[in-house]
Structures are given as C-alpha cells and as structure tokens.
C-alpha cells in the first residue's frame, strides 16, 4: 500500500493469482498506514512463506546489511503486534562495529569519524581516506558503438573488531560481505566469495562498493535474470573484481592484521607487567617466609636444648616451617604465566624450528607456552622492547619459582656463528635444564649439550630449499616432540597420527 501526496494505491501480491494472472487491488478505504502520514509505503505480510526471526530486533539487523541507505528521509518501520523497531542510521550502526575502515570518496569520508579506534597513535594507518578509484573501460553500446566509459569505484570497506555473537540463527544474513550497489540499489549483496581466497580473516571483512556504470542506461543491461547478481563477464564486472581482488581486499587485510599485532602487544604487555609483579611478591613472600622460620627454627631448638635427640630438633624445624609457612598459591599463579617450551634457534635455521613448533601445536600445545624468537606468530615472540636475555635471566634464573623451560636446540654449522645460540646453551647447562636436540646435516652437537643422548637429525637442500628425513629420523623426531608434551601434560597425539602430519612439513624417505 502506497501513498503519495495524498494520493493512494493498493494491490494484493499472491502466490495464487486471480484471473489472467492479474494483481487484486485494494479498494483506497481499505488502505491504512500505522506510520505514514504523506509519503511512503507498507508492506503488509499476512502469510510469508519465509520462517522470520522471533524477535524484530534481528529483523532489523539482517536489514540493515541489504538497506545501507536508510536515513532520517529513508526509514523502515517493523511491526509486530506490540513489538516495534526502527531501521535508521546504518552508518552508526556499522561503524562503531569496526577497527578497521578504508573508504573511497569525499561523500562518505564523513564515516571515518564514527570509528572508534583504540590505537589513536597509529589510526592514520587504520582508518583511510581514498579518492574515487577511477578507470576507463572500452565498452560497446545499446547501438552496438564502442566508446570509452570512465568506470568510478566508491563507498568503503572495513573489518569488525570481532564476530562473535553475531550471528544468531542459520537463516542470518552473512556479517561478512562486500555488496556492489548502482544508482542507490543492491544489485549483488555478497562477492567476498569471488574475490576472496577463503583465509579465515576475511570472515571479519565488511563492505558496500557502489559502481553507477552498471546501470547505465544506454549500456546493455548485465543484471542476472533474478536481479540478484550480475553477469560475471561483462567488462564491468571484471574490472570491478579484479580490482577488489588484487588491491581493495589485500589493503584492508593488512590494516586488520596491524590492528591484531597492535591489539596483541597490549595483551602481552600486561601479561609481562603481570608476571613481573608477581614475581616481586613472591619473593617478598619467601624473604618474609625464610627470616621468620629461621628466626623460629633457632628459638625452637634453644627451647629443646642443643643436646636433644635428632628426631626432637628436626621436629622443632618442622614446626618452624609450618607456623611460617606463607600461602604460597603466588608460586602456582607464576608458574602458570611461565612459557613452558624454548625453542632455541638461528634465523637460517628457522625452517626447522618451524616445523618443530607445526609439530608441537599439533600436539595440543598452547602457543602462550612457547617461546620462539623467530616464531611468525607473534604470541610466541618476546614482548617488544624486552631482551630475550633479560626475559630468561628474569623469569627463569632470578626467580623463586624454580619451574624450568623444555629447550629444544635446532643445532647446525650455523649454530657455532650465533652468539645468541651459544649464549642459551651455555645457560641451559648452567641451569640444568632438560633439552633435547635436533639436529641439521652433519654437524655434531658438543657438550655443554647432551651429547651422549641420541639426537635428531634432518637433512637440508639448500638448492631445493627442503628439508629431508630418513623413515628412522622421522620416528625419533616425533618421539622426541611426544616425550616433551607427554612430561608437560598435554594431550599427544599417536606415534602414527604424528607421522602423517610430519610427512606435510618434511620429505620423509
């Protein structure tokens, strides 16, 4: 039902037409609008085939990802009985949803300001303002005359902060798509599929591109059939998505990731501050601890005499160390903030040490409990600005808590050239830690290593840049990997299933 200046019109649309497949009117006293007063329409759904959801609230989500233009002239008004909902102001509600914004053109530049961003230092980085991406394109018209068609790109694409929660029900629009609207209207809601390549930080990509060159109108039409979509290719649509593809996508990714890396460091930051204090209270504790049960041991011991029976002092000791005994649950708390595993390397022999550390998260190991210097994962790295020194030498030499790190060596000839590998092993003999080798070629591990232990050993293509294990090394190898996670408690895998995993990473013969 329609009104227009006053003017209004009306028409039943049904499954199950009258006559000659003719729309039923609707008689203009029967027309009726709940809130409409001079202008608009309604659409009254007395059967809709279609399952909606339980609350309008949803309703109004999914609308708002297919009704970009909705504004204080455009508004959607839901009703349900007594429910009500007001579909307005998608900017605001889409924006406050992203880390992440590139947009393209004055007109909507004005969206970079709704953008909450936590890094201040570094939005310049995250949130950018583009010109119109502009192209010619030779196209052929209605008359069959080829002319050059300047092709203009505008509107935005960003990515969410995070996705959960968002997406309630299976019948859900999707949170993640790039819609390409011409003249102010949808025509495809969704080509991530297209120019995506289906890597999980796309699903946090959002974006609505608008191209008026597709519905020009003395140009063929290359909408579908459906209307929903158009056809893959026309010129237009493959400039657009090769543009998308190649540039657009890539961009927006980077930005995400730099908002990750950011995001990450914070995370670690306080993960370090945390353990650090830590750290100072639970030697303040032991301090505290170790005076007073001296203190209370001596007394005890006078009050017995020096000259009592054996049994009789060491239990006046023992009293001692009860009575002063602190709770020392800090001590569990640092042992569970503490990376369990080193992996002790030099950056040409970063290939294996990947596969080491490939070879440990298969086995359940949780990637805060390892240590990597050259980790591409950046949770595994040293917090930036620290040393990786000063970490050790902090938490592991300095420390009350006397829970020690797995080191496992990559050990080659470069391993002799690296002050840094050197330095970890001369630490780890000096501290006794447990380690394990694996090894490169045919250099031989020296003490201070466990050299009588029987190590691993891959073999390196330089030429190929692969890495070569015989059928026996790959079985110590993975004995090795099962023996470390076995001691730290978690839940390996089978000798076989650690084998076919391996055979992904390395040439097994």
């Not at 002319?147 to 629009?173: C, N, Q, V």
């Not at 927006?252 to 890396?261: A, D, E, G, P, S």
């Not at 970490?391 to 829970?403: G, P, R």
Request: glycine letters at 4%; one cysteine or more; a neutral charge.
């Amino acid at each position: 039902m329609t009104i227009s200046d006053g003017e209004k019109s009306g028409f039943v649309l049904s499954r199950r037409p009258i006559d000659e497949n003719k729309l039923e009117p609707i008689e203009e006293s029967k027309i009726y609008f709940l809130r409409i007063e001079n202008s608009g329409t309604a659409i009254v759904m007395k059967n809709p085939q279609y399952r909606l959801h339980k609350t309008l609230k949803a309703v109004k989500r999914n609308l708002l990802k297919i009704f970009p233009l909705v504004s204080n002239d455009f508004k959607i008004h839901l009703i349900r009985g007594k429910e009500y909902e007001e579909v307005k102001n998608f900017d605001e509600n889409i924006m406050k949803e992203l880390n992440t914004l590139i947009v393209l053109g004055d007109e909507y530049s004005k969206l970079t300001k709704l953008v909450d961003v936590t890094f201040t230092e570094k939005r310049k980085e995250l949130i950018e303002n583009r010109e119109v991406h502009r192209t010619s394109i030779s196209l052929k018209n209605n008359e069959g005359v080829e002319h050059e068609y300047p092709l203009e790109i505008k509107g935005w694409i960003g990515t969410y902060t995070s996705t959960r929660g968002r997406k309630a029900e299976m019948t859900d629009f999707p949170d993640n798509f790039i819609s390409l609207y011409a003249n102010k209207k949808m025509g495809e809601f969704n080509v991530l599929p297209v120019v995506g390549q289906n890597k999980l930080p796309e699903v946090y990509v959002v974006g609505q591109l608008h191209i008026d060159l597709f519905e020009k109108s003395e140009l063929p039409d290359m909408a579908l059939s459906n209307r929903q979509g158009y056809k893959s290719d026309d010129p237009r649509y493959e400039a657009v998505v090769s543009y998308i593809r190649k540039e657009l996508l890539p961009d927006i990714l980077k930005k995400r990731q730099l908002w990750v890396n950011l995001n990450n460091a914070v995370k670690k930051k306080k993960e370090t501050e945390s353990l650090k204090r830590n750290e100072t209270e639970l030697r303040q504790v032991m301090d505290h601890f170790i005076d007073n049960a001296s203190r209370v041991a001596v007394e005890n011991i006078q009050n017995v005499g020096i000259d009592a029976p054996q049994n009789i002092i060491r239990q006046a000791i023992s009293d001692s160390i009860n009575d002063n005994a602190p709770d020392l649950g800090i001590k569990t708390i640092i042992d569970s903030q503490k990376k369990k595993i080193l992996i002790s390397q030099t950056f040409p022999d970063k290939s294996l040490a990947d596969v080491v550390y490939n070879m440990l998260l298969f086995n359940n190991v949780n990637k805060k409990d390892i240590l990597f210097t050259n980790c591409d994962d950046e949770e595994c790295r040293i917090p930036e600005g620290e040393s990786v020194y000063n970490y050790l030498k902090e938490f592991f030499v300095d420390s009350y808590s006397k829970q020690k790190p797995h080191v496992l060596f990559i050990t080659s000839k470069n391993t002799k050239q690296s002050w840094g590998a050197i330095t970890e092993i001369g630490a780890s003999w000096i501290t006794s830690i447990e380690h394990k080798i694996f090894n490169i070629d045919t250099f031989r591990p020296e003490h201070p290593l466990d050299d009588n232990a029987q190590w691993h050993t891959t073999l390196r293509d330089d030429d190929k840049d692969e890495l070569i294990m015989t059928r026996l090394s790959a079985d110590i190898f993975c004995q090795k990997i099962e023996d470390v996670c076995n001691k730290l408690g978690y839940a390996t895998k089978s000798r076989d299933e650690n084998k076919r995993y391996l055979e992904t990473l390395v040439i097994i013969n």
